[in-house]
């Protein structure tokens, strides 16, 4: 441990040293969420919402849904500097060094994470300046927020999977549109649940997109905190299944080289 | 430094490694030999003739398929696991011929980041960044992003990177490649005073007149296999024979007289007389050697020498021609190798002039300017 949080720190200021680069890029990762809410805040505006209180509008509605599509599809790119890393030999590069590829993949992982999660406070304040109401209950806020970091680091572990596998930036293109899109329209970030079809409503039950949001939104709108055993537990599992998976990724890329 | 008490008992030992590829490539033979604290050993040979591959073997980099090697005491050290293979990887260095750096990052985060996944602590790291940058005359360049960085500094950089961690043992493959003269003085002054403090230093190299003056220990490999290993003085009294290659105006007509005389020059091992063409093997002076021409009024139109130094071991041991590094270095050889190789035609001056050129010299002479 004394000698993982060093790395990890290490590999996490480099994460946001070249993210903090490249502003251009970190902009860019802003536009997606707004237009959504744009597009989608001004098309369903009149959408009859039920069991919301009174007086709830769409936006209301949405504006949570996007911060954890924010994550997600931050997430999912996560990986695609290691193929970075790949190309340049950088990622054998560090694996040659006593460090353990644990301790770096944590280390990039949670870079990736904590500025998901800035991210989603940003496109929250951006909800809330066009006109999105929520309610500030700031423990609900911060545990719904613990949700939000768990699924990313399960998305972002993924992510690094894939693209240590694949080795192929294509195959991300591929990825962040095969696993995304049906992860969000199965998902409640855009429609209330009480309002799908039955078969959607129950595979959005089990979709973790759906814990995040619903954690998210309960916090938000309810000021309710997420429920351990139906959205943190399964969302921490989600986690500690994706890591040791990414983490034999980065072992055989390095081998491979 | 040197871990071992005993200075005798070798850092890195081979014991018959060998190397396959998949798909059957017999990259190296059975090699044994002894690598030692306080010496630079030198890898030389032809492209393809195993150096790599023996240099990852000994490193522990890449596992042999038959064989043992002992890195500090550790046996099969491309095997060792958890704390075993953590102090390996503290105390050696493998640095590859292609540099592995990041291009969006500046030299100094990335000497710092290294440093750090090295296990050192921010007290130590600033003094071990310096130390290497200075080394390699870097310090003008750390802030910079490596995307700037031109082909050289981009070695310089990727060396530095490779000691920043001050190891005892560093396995280096061809790290003067694409180096200017200012790069390789700072190298081979690095590896000197590593040598000179009791570290050991394995080092593939093409720059023969640097390994000649500079290695304690050197072993010629040519297709896979060990020709020759010893100090290079070693190798060079006992494989390089030197030569005089002259070249008459007209066809020579006494052979025989004139085979007589220059035999018995002193230096001269055999003649071979072909055409207008006389070889001499040996280090012969040539102020014994023009005087029994002319007493044969014999007219020269070309003559060349050929030092028995370590390129003429090397061209006589693998048959191919050594790049010609030395030469930059200011070391005086002919042009036009008139007595390399062992066929005949080669030593009738079967190769154009300046073939034996290194593409290295000369290459991005700016390289070494801000």
Redesign the interface.
Same mark, same amino acid.
């Given at each position: 441990m004394s #000698?993982s949080f060093?790395?990890a720190l !290490? @590999?996490c200021r #480099?994460t946001w @040293?070249?993210t903090l /680069?490249r502003p251009v890029v970190l902009s860019f990762s802003f536009v997606q969420p707004v237009m959504w809410m744009l597009f989608f805040g001004f098309l369903f505006q009149r959408y009859p919402l039920v069991d919301l209180p009174p007086g709830t509008s769409y936006l209301d509605f949405l504006a949570p849904g996007v911060c954890a599509m924010t994550v997600l599809f931050g997430a999912s790119q996560s990986g695609i500097s290691w193929i970075r890393?790949l190309q340049? !030999?950088?990622l054998? /590069?560090?694996l040659?060094?006593? !460090?353990g590829h644990r301790s770096?993949l944590a280390g990039k992982v949670a870079a990736d994470v904590l500025r998901l999660l800035a991210q989603a406070l940003v496109v929250l304040s951006i909800a809330a300046l066009l006109g999105a109401r929520v309610r500030f209950a700031p423990l609900e806020a911060l545990a719904a927020l613990a949700c939000l970091a768990l699924f990313g680091t399960a998305f972002s572990c993924l992510s690094c999977t894939i693209a240590l596998r694949a080795r192929a930036q294509e195959a991300m293109a591929v990825f962040v549109h095969v696993v995304n899109m049906p992860i969000l329209f199965t998902s409640t970030a855009l429609v209330p649940k009480k309002q799908m079809p039955d078969w959607l409503a129950a595979i959005s039950a089990w979709n973790p997109l759906t814990l995040t949001v619903d954690a998210w939104r309960g916090a938000l709108l309810f000021g309710s905190a997420p429920s351990l055993g139906g959205q943190v537990l399964p969302l921490a599992l989600l986690g500690l299944l994706f890591f040791p998976l990414a983490a034999a990724a980065m072992r055989s890329a390095a081998r491979s080289e | 430094m040197p871990s071992d008490p005993d200075a005798e008992s070798p850092v890195c030992r081979a014991r018959g490694v060998a190397k396959t590829y998949p798909g059957g490539v017999r990259a190296l033979e059975p090699f044994d030999g002894d690598f030692h604290a306080g010496r630079i050993s030198a890898l030389i040979g032809p492209n393809a003739s195993g150096k790599t591959t023996l240099l990852r073997v000994l490193a522990g980099v890449a596992q042999p398929s038959a064989g043992e090697v002992q890195l500090l005491g550790v046996a099969r050290p491309a095997r060792a696991r958890g704390g075993e293979r953590r102090a390996l990887r503290e105390r050696t260095a493998y640095v590859a011929q292609d540099p592995a750096l990041d291009p969006e990052m500046t030299g100094a985060e990335l000497l710092a980041l290294v440093a750090t996944l090295h296990g050192a602590r921010a007290a130590a790291r600033g003094a071990a960044v310096e130390r290497v940058a200075r080394a390699f005359g870097l310090e003008g360049h750390l802030r910079q992003l490596v995307r700037a960085y031109s082909g050289g500094l981009r070695r310089r950089l990727h060396l530095a990177i490779g000691l920043v961690h001050d190891p005892e043992v560093l396995f280096l493959d061809e790290p003067a490649a694409g180096l200017d003269a200012e790069g390789r003085d700072f190298l081979w002054r690095e590896l000197e005073g590593r040598a000179q403090r009791g570290g050991a230093v394995v080092v593939v190299s093409h720059d023969l007149a640097r390994v000649e003056r500079c290695a304690d220990f050197a072993v010629v490999l040519d297709r896979g296999r060990s020709v020759a290993a010893g100090t290079p003085r070693e190798i060079v009294d006992e494989h390089a024979r030197g030569a005089l290659a002259l070249h008459a105006h007209a066809p020579l007509e006494d052979e025989l007289a004139l085979r007589q005389r220059l035999e018995r020059v002193p230096g001269v091992r055999s003649v071979e007389v072909a055409g207008s063409r006389v070889m001499l093997e040996g280090s012969p002076d040539p102020a014994d050697v023009l005087p029994e021409l002319a007493a044969m009024r014999i007219e020269l139109v070309d003559v060349h020498r050929d030092t028995a130094d370590l390129c003429d071991a090397y061209r006589r041991l693998t048959g191919r021609d050594p790049e010609r590094l030395g030469a930059a270095a200011g070391r005086g050889r002919s042009p036009q190798g008139a007595g390399g190789g062992q066929s005949p035609q080669a030593a009738g001056g079967g190769r154009s002039p300046g073939e034996g050129r290194s593409p290295g010299e000369g290459r991005s002479p700016g390289e070494g300017r801000r």
């Open positions: #000698r060093p790395v !290490a @590999v #480099r @040293v070249k /680069r890393d340049t !030999a950088f054998g /590069r560090m040659q060094t006593p !460090a770096i | -």
